[in-house]
């Protein structure tokens, strides 16, 4: 391919609106262009990495015996309704009816589809197991897109979903996903990514990863100890807390803070710690309204994942409104009213002397003892892990959390869709049975974007030769020396009939604009042909991270670079 030729202009200044830099990179390299907001058309560059991340995934894919099919982007809206999805999903879901009046939507994630495509044909055991997968473009609605190709709308993904007539057989098959999963992430470039244990959410089931890769910039935070080993998303981690009372026992007492509403101004008003303290933090339920009270130790922040799947149902941040019975600032367990439902934190089992909202206008409580105040409390654990917290799984305080994109994941759904759906096989002893399911996703676009976030440098990309666009850029400086035009010439033709891919750049540029270019591209192997290497009888040849840095004869240029390029490929 030849430079001038490609469609798309890069540019050096970083776009404003770009807050990491794999969305700045990929938008200054000419990589994709914003069509709305979390939508992007992909340029020549970008396709060709896609698709190149979409082949490793295919390999792995059938190589532990997957099937490639395809689902519709636009389902009607029964398959959800079978399922109770297209009511319990939120506005991420695009519903829409078509010329007819049917209600239709435009697939988020495809079970329903999967369990219509083989209903039929698994009616007996003997077709058991097997997995079906798809890369497709798919629709989510997000509130917040962000990121670039890191949180979008529009999406490319490959997702699959194994059907078996036991848990010890998905149980063995996710194994095998799970390992196939860290190939393509190698294979990919990106190595260094994890699996976190992580929360089902609209899927369901009763165990999930998520694969991460850990990153200061990412959008999800991961609960890790490095004394054990744990690793898991903070949306599912168990926050553990430890309290001990204090030896002598307050009375409960209403106090005047005037115009102090904060946990922190209440603390700051009467001299005690944040962990001393009894919090309100307000919810509603998305289907009634319905106010939700969670109460949890000051210090903390409530985890809504948790609160979600405890309820059962969707919430939102509650909006006090006068006669709703809530007065914001003051809120506190003891005397509430009675028809808002109340929940507590663990974190607040076996505290005393916490200072809470008096349910009064500029009131609040001392003295607050649990166990004396509110012996009819239940606990649950509604709170986030934080930093240097009780690991779950040793019960050393040594976690540690950090930032993560999450680049694929993987569920064991069981049969919530399968029963919901009536697909049914007969089994050995002839009764009738649900299969169980398992489901496996990784999104390309946000693979691509994570591996450049991953890879680059303050020039652009590096990709790694695996997934990148072109495997060599060939740099022509100064074309219109005949030397060095005519040799260059011959060198893009003689490397592509060794099949190797080339982006040839014989532009009547500067160096510096040429080479600027080239960093922006990101091609893991870069050949410079110029008037001074023609003198002394050699190119130059130059890894994109500058590990490689040497010359060759100009007759021993092209099986160096083939040889280099086989090399980056292992």
């Known amino acids: ?9 890069r540019f050096k200044e970083r776009p404003a609106d770009c807050v990491i830099d794999s969305h700045a990179l990929m938008i200054r390299g000419g990589y994709m262009k914003y069509v709305a907001n979390g939508i992007y058309s992909q340029y020549a560059p970008l396709k060709r990495i896609c698709r190149k991340i979409e082949q490793i995934i295919r390999e792995e894919m059938d190589a532990i015996d997957g099937q490639e099919v395809q689902f519709p982007v636009a389902l009607p809206a029964s398959l959800w309704e079978e ?143 490095p004394e054990c080993g744990y690793r898991a998303n903070v949306e599912m981690a168990e926050s553990i807390i430890e309290n001990e009372k204090d030896a002598v026992q307050e009375e409960l007492t209403l106090v005047h803070t005037p115009d102090i509403h904060t946990i922190e101004d209440v603390c700051r008003f009467l001299g005690t710690p944040e962990e001393k303290s009894c919090k309100a933090v307000v919810y509603q339920k998305n289907a009634t309204d319905e106010f939700v009270v969670i109460f949890i130790r000051g210090d903390l922040d409530v985890n809504e994942t948790k609160v979600t799947n405890f309820l059962k149902e969707e919430i939102h941040p509650g909006e006090i409104t006068e006669g709703c019975g809530l007065l914001a600032g003051y809120i506190g367990p003891y005397n509430l009213p009675d028809h808002i439902t109340v929940l507590y934190d663990s974190s607040l089992k076996g505290t005393s002397n916490l200072s809470c909202g008096g349910n009064k206008e500029e009131y609040h409580y001392t003295g607050l003892c649990m166990e004396r105040d509110l012996p009819e409390a239940e606990y649950h654990d509604f709170a986030k892990i934080k930093e240097g917290g009780i690991c779950p799984q040793c019960k050393k305080p040594a976690v540690k959390v950090s930032r993560g994109i999450e680049v694929g994941n993987i569920f064991q759904l069981g049969t919530k869709y399968s029963k919901s759906m009536e697909m049914k096989y007969l089994d050995k002893d002839g009764t009738e049975k649900y299969p169980i399911m398992g489901c496996y996703g990784i999104g390309v676009g946000r693979l691509a974007a994570s591996v450049c976030e991953a890879h680059h440098d303050e020039y652009g990309p590096i990709w790694p030769m695996s997934i990148a666009p072109w495997q060599v850029h060939l740099c022509c400086v100064r074309p219109d020396n005949e030397e060095v035009k005519g040799y260059a010439d011959k060198l893009y033709e003689e490397l592509q009939s060794q099949g190797i891919e080339v982006l040839y750049d014989d532009r009547k540029v500067s160096a510096g604009v040429m080479f600027s270019d080239a960093d922006l591209m990101g091609v893991p192997v870069r050949v410079i042909a110029s008037p001074r290497n023609m003198k002394e009888g050699c190119c130059e040849i130059v890894s994109r991270d500058k590990s490689i840095q040497k010359k060759a004869g100009l007759d021993q240029v092209c099986s160096e670079v083939k040889l280099l390029v086989e090399e980056m490929m292992r």
């Open 83 to 225: 399922t109770g999805r297209y009511e319990s999903v939120g506005n991420e879901l695009l519903r829409f009816k078509d010329r007819n009046g049917s209600k239709m939507v435009l697939g988020m994630t495809h079970e329903e589809a999967a369990v219509h495509l083989v209903k039929e044909y698994g009616q007996t055991y003997a077709k058991y197991p097997f997995m079906i997968y798809q890369i497709q473009t798919k629709f989510r609605d997000e509130a917040r897109p962000r990121a670039g190709l890191i949180r979008v709308r529009e999406f490319t993904m490959k997702d699959a979903y194994s059907f078996h007539t036991s848990q010890e057989d998905l149980e063995e098959y996710y194994e095998r996903c799970y390992k196939a999963y860290e190939r393509i992430f190698a294979r990919a470039g990106i190595p260094e990514t994890i699996a976190v244990a992580s929360d089902s959410g609209m899927m369901g089931g009763s165990l999930s990863h998520e694969f991460m890769l850990l990153t200061p910039v990412g959008e999800d935070s991961i609960a890790i100890c």
């Open 1 to 9: 391919m030849k430079m001038e030729r490609i469609v798309g202009e």
